[in-house]
């Protein structure tokens, strides 16, 4: 017989509570537990003769965490938050973030936020050319660092030592600092703040969709590659969204084919197999935002820390990013030609 995954905790309970780890229980709960993460727990009348009283009664956290507020007063003039996930790595998630931050920036009316949740790969602050500078404090917590007069930037970068420096921390951590960028940076009136999430459904998702649940998050822009092994993970990340309860604003497709910058040819280097990503956003019922092709310029850019909407204005990776961004503007319900006006 084939082994199978067996389910110790049911998705409801940790979604519910992602921060705490259950207590190790060296009995089962009696039938009227109140359960371990109660704030009656070990102190209710059923508890009386239980071996697990003493354990219950000494776990924490118990309760709702205190800091949801402050983070949700903290987060009050922020308008729009927009996580962008991807169940894969490799697919460019961080490059369209910084993309869909610098394509808002463009308009000067909007002010825009990036948060770097890719704790152990931070590469935000190289893409959008403040790899060099440090976190700066005041009265009133923690200052972004501003790439732009109007886009502000908040990652893990900012506070090593050395830029090469592996950060080699454990889940609870993680979400300490998670949490930290939501208390205590000051972003002040934005009219977009994005999430850049590492790969996978776990830790730092679990943490941002608590932090923000309160405050609203606006949804989530999931990002893949049009062949059928990023569509895999990417699937499971679609799932995650609607067991949490988060909005899919819609799929991007990234590299969907390679535009030749002299003669415009167009060639497939990763071949969908099974319908790409228009595919399944068809298949999943969730909005398609719209393919955009390989550009080395991009990746150029990315590497220099420039706008590629300053540089490259007429390239079809340019255009096609100022698709998906008034096509997630609509989503949102936003009038697209007030927040990226034609030129």
């Known amino acids: 017989m084939a082994p199978s995954l067996e389910t110790l905790e049911a998705v409801e309970d940790v979604l519910a509570n992602p921060l705490e780890e259950k207590p190790s229980l060296v009995a089962p709960e009696p039938e009227h537990c109140p359960g371990p993460e109660s704030e009656q727990a070990g102190k209710a009348d059923s508890c009386a003769g239980c071996p697990n009283q003493q354990i219950c009664a000494s776990a924490t956290p118990k309760g709702p965490d205190p800091d949801i507020r402050i983070i949700t007063e903290r987060l009050e003039n922020v308008k729009h938050k927009i996580l962008i996930l991807s169940g894969k790595g490799g697919v460019g998630k961080s490059t369209l973030t910084a993309q869909l931050a610098q394509a808002f920036a463009t308009n000067p009316d909007s002010t825009v936020g990036v948060m770097d949740t890719d704790i152990c790969g931070p590469s935000i602050p190289k893409m959008l050319g403040v790899e060099t500078e440090t976190i700066h404090t005041s009265s009133s917590g923690w200052s972004p660092v501003w790439a732009m007069d109007n886009l502000g930037v908040m990652s893990i970068q900012f506070m090593l030592p050395n830029r090469d420096d592996a950060i080699i921390w454990r889940g609870p951590k993680k979400n300490g600092l998670i949490k930290q960028f939501l208390k ?105 935002l719209g393919s955009v092709p390989l550009d080395p310029r991009l990746g150029m850019a990315c590497d220099y820390g420039e706008s590629f909407f300053d540089s490259f204005p007429d390239s079809p990776a340019c255009k096609a990013l100022k698709g998906v961004v008034r096509r997630l503007v609509g989503e949102i319900g936003l009038d697209p030609k007030v927040v990226l006006p034609e030129e």
């Open 184 to 288: 205590d940076v000051d972003w002040g009136h934005l009219d977009f703040l994005l999430v850049d999430t590492p790969p996978g459904t776990s830790d730092e998702h679990l943490s941002v969709n608590t932090f923000l649940k309160e405050s609203k998050i606006e949804g989530a822009v999931v990002v893949t590659t049009p062949q059928e092994v990023s569509l895999l993970d990417v699937r499971k990340e679609i799932d995650f969204c609607k067991k949490a309860g988060i909005r899919i604003l819609g799929l991007v497709e990234n590299m969907s084919m390679f535009v030749c910058g002299h003669c415009q040819f167009e060639s497939q280097i990763f071949k969908a197999t099974t319908g790409g990503g228009k595919g399944l956003a068809e298949e999943m019922g969730i909005p398609f």
